[in-house]
């Protein structure tokens, strides 16, 4: 699971613009294009997408936790 690659799909099926993913999560927009690069991220951030996605990423690592069981 490519968790950057999951926020950067949902983000353009939302047609946002990087400008306001950046502004929305209080950050430039070099760090929205190193997001979506990410293999791994810090829950704390990946919650902040979450909500300003209105979308739950966490359902991945849910569904990847599940399958190793």
């Known amino acids: 699971m490519h968790i950057g690659a999951l926020i950067e799909k949902e983000f353009r099926k939302q047609e946002r613009t990087v400008t306001?993913?950046?502004n929305k999560l209080n950050c430039n927009?070099?760090?929205v294009y190193?997001?979506?690069k990410r293999n791994n991220i810090d829950a704390e951030l990946l919650l902040r997408?979450?909500?300003v996605l209105h979308y739950?990423?966490?359902?991945y690592y849910y569904?990847?936790?599940r399958s190793r069981l």
């Open 49 to 51: 997408i979450s909500i």
């Open 63 to 65: 569904k990847e936790y």
């Open 34 to 36: 190193d997001i979506f």
């Open 29 to 31: 927009r070099q760090n």
């Open 20 to 22: 306001w993913f950046a």
């Open 56 to 59: 739950n990423f966490f359902t």
